[in-house]
């Protein structure tokens, strides 16, 4: 495990112009890290930057580190569900937990959902007893019930 100081990583917003290369190797590090089966892909961040009531450049964050070679260590979004609930999303290098950054880039998200006047902010983690899991209980999540997420492909008729 590599060890980070404080000092030397920011919270900064993504922009959209230049990080999504650098976001996608972070993504795809986490993925097979923790074995998740979500699609990993340049068209499929672009069009979740395309959500409808989504502000990816005050939404969404990097945790960078600082120095002569800055890489991306973690990131994370909110995105309003409802008028009063966000829902939030952090995901953190493998070889860089446990440091504090997941809990700065919450901090960061419950910032911002509040200030667009959120009550409640909701997560989910993957698979059951999996770091995202301890971590959210750790910062005061509960479990809520248990989801299946479907996709359906753009092709799909829709009524």
């Not at 945790?63 to 995105?79: D, K, P, T």
């Not at 997560?123 to 248990?146: D, M, Y």
């Amino acid at each position: 495990m590599s060890s980070i100081d404080t000092n030397n990583y920011r919270i900064r917003p993504l922009r959209l112009a230049v990080d999504i290369p650098d976001l996608l190797q972070l993504m795809g590090a986490i993925k097979e890290a923790d074995q998740l089966e979500e699609e990993i892909s340049e068209s499929a961040l672009r069009a979740e930057m395309e959500w409808h009531g989504n502000d990816p450049e005050q939404d969404r964050w990097i945790v960078q580190s600082v120095g002569a070679r800055e890489m991306f260590l973690g990131h994370a979004w909110i995105f309003p569900q409802t008028k009063y609930r966000s829902i939030f999303h952090a995901a953190v290098h493998p070889d860089f937990r446990r440091q504090g950054l997941g809990s700065a880039l919450l901090g960061t998200a419950v910032s911002r959902a509040s200030t667009t006047g959120a009550r409640q902010v909701v997560s989910v983690s993957e698979k059951l007893n999996t770091p995202a899991e301890r971590f959210l209980l750790h910062h005061g999540f509960i479990a809520a019930g248990q989801n299946r997420f479907m996709i359906a492909s753009a092709d799909v008729p829709l009524p």
